[in-house]
């Protein structure tokens, strides 16, 4: 069950961070204009937005990653020009990006101190670096053992050792970027356990989350932007969630329930027995088998690093498998990944940017991305480049892709409108199998909405579809049937309309065994 977050201490007036008629251009687009924000000392600070209303640019402007091109940036009450990140954590500002950036074949120890490593004469005092690092833990509710490999950890841990890393240096601002995206709900609770500690420290917390609910439960504060701009900072007691959508989207929260049934009796994916190994030999999906009908929806439900990736990547191909993978009918067991496509595999990848899109790429060239084989693109050996443009403008009409042009980079985009290209893309190939993995992670409401509706309207359409996601409520409002994968194995099947996520969570941890 979850606690509500309690009431901040008083803070001082002067606000330990104000961001004052900030305003940022990039070619073709105005990603901040005029905005003000101003952060309290021991205060959870939620910003809130849809994708592309500016928060990203923002953050990274406080970070120092980027520079605005007016206002200005004052810490506790003096103004600062961060021309790095190094700039602003020797300022007391330091940030946790969502995609955690950890080394994992490196200690818990040598991630924190990394680039911060404390000496005694030539050598690195590790004593002195556990020490403190202990201290940080149990000062904030961020138990880890410092001699823990990364590798072995799971999410939540992986967290810690971030937030920890930029304490480390001295931190007093912390910018967490979408923390909860991959936590199951006891993991939240863990963390804003951790938050309510750090507040009561004075330490002050910009909180950047797509959530509304917990937006609500953890922020003192709430700054909605809306296009580049400010809209409003509310009192989260003040509003429920739904008017916060309201000032975010300018419409109700979307809801992914589904209940309707399109399931037929046509098995479409059938998975029989599949094992796939680690490159160490480890057994990480361990034979599990399933079926996928037209007109699914399979949710795969699991903690991180429980084998859903792998199953995935073996599915597709990507990684070496033995058992049986059949296709409407048709045995993929040994076919490539091209063949598995053109078979009619469609595949929304866990990281956009990684696996899903060539970012120094135009939109139009990221269109034909995995597709450049069909006829539809080709003229003689060349990519069609006409047939490739037409074919983008159609997908940024009917998916909404907010762009300048399909000329532009994949970059250029929003991480929203990146996904709705993908997912655009995608559906365009005509699949009759749809592997969906995270598919609304890190998405603003709009888009998350947009993308429930396409996922919709393919299941009426005889889509099968295999549904990976840490969203929770997501997986119960899409699924018409849930599996609980843990360990690399498949250890429950679960009736959606009959669970609730904290139950779902609780399987997934395996402590309703």
């Known amino acids: 069950m979850s606690v509500p977050f309690p009431a901040s201490a008083p803070s001082a007036e002067i606000p330990v961070v104000r961001l004052e008629g900030i305003t940022k251009r990039f070619p073709g687009v105005v990603a901040n204009r005029d905005v003000t924000l101003s952060v309290r000392a021991g205060e959870v600070h939620a910003v809130v937005g849809e994708n592309g209303s500016g928060k990203s640019t923002l953050m990274k402007i406080l970070y120092g990653m980027q520079r605005p091109d007016e206002g200005t940036i004052s810490v506790r009450g003096e103004q600062v020009r961060f021309s790095n990140p190094g700039d ?3 300022a007391g500002i330091g940030m946790v990006h969502q995609h955690f950036m950890l080394a994992d074949n490196l200690t818990v120890l040598e991630n924190v101190v990394l680039g911060a490593e404390p000496k005694r004469g030539l050598r690195l005092d590790t004593a002195a670096a556990r020490t403190r690092i202990v201290d940080l833990g149990e000062r904030y509710g961020l138990d880890v053992d410092p001699d823990s490999l990364v590798e072995e950890l799971g999410v939540g841990d992986r967290q810690r050792v971030e937030i920890l890393k930029v304490l480390y240096r001295g931190a007093r601002v912390l910018i967490l970027d979408e923390p909860t995206a991959v936590l199951v709900p006891h993991e939240v609770d863990e963390l804003f356990a951790s938050l309510a500690g750090l507040r009561a420290e004075g330490v002050s917390v910009i909180f950047i989350s797509h959530k509304l609910d917990e937006v609500l439960r953890v922020a003192d504060a709430v700054t909605v932007l809306r296009q580049g701009a400010t809209v409003r900072t509310v009192d989260p007691r003040e509003v429920t969630a739904r008017e916060l959508a309201e000032l975010m989207v300018g419409s109700e929260l979307p809801t992914p329930e589904t209940r ?66 059949r296709l409407g009918g048709a045995d993929l067991s040994d076919a490539t990944t091209r063949q598995r496509r053109e078979a009619g595999i469609g595949y929304i990848p866990e990281d956009r940017h990684r696996q899903g899109l060539l970012l120094s790429a135009s939109l139009w060239e990221n269109r034909v991305l995995g597709h450049q084989g069909r006829a ?25 892709v907010r762009t300048p042009g399909i000329g532009v980079p994949a970059f250029a985009l929003s991480g929203g409108n990146q996904q709705k290209l993908i997912v655009g893309r995608e559906m365009s190939g005509d699949p009759s199998l749809l592997v969906a993995s995270h598919p609304t992670r890190g998405v603003d409401v709009g888009a998350q909405a947009a993308l429930w509706d396409h996922l919709r309207h393919a299941r009426r359409s005889g889509l099968a579809v295999l549904l990976v996601s840490a969203d929770l409520e997501e997986l119960i409002g899409l699924s018409d049937r849930l599996v609980v ?14 669970t609730t996520p904290e139950s779902l969570g609780s399987a997934m941890t395996g402590a309703s065994a």
Request: aromatic share 4%; no cysteine; hydrophobic share 45%.
């Open 485 to 498: 994968m843990l360990r690399g194995r498949l250890v429950a099947e679960v009736d959606p309309s009959d």
């Open 260 to 325: 309707e049934s399109t399931v037929t009796s046509v098995v479409e994916l059938a998975v029989e027995h599949l094992v796939v190994r680690s490159t160490d030999g480890r057994v990480v999906v361990d034979d599990v088998s399933f079926e996928v009908h037209r007109g699914e929806v399979l949710g795969v439900a699991g903690v991180a690093g429980n084998g859903q990736a792998e199953l995935v990547e073996a599915l597709l191909g990507l990684r070496p498998s033995t058992g049986t993978v």
């Open 376 to 400: 539809a693109f080709r003229r003689g050996p060349w990519i069609d480049r006409k047939a490739a443009r037409k074919d983008t403008e159609r997908i940024v009409q009917e998916y909404g």
């Open 88 to 90: 602003a954590i020797a």
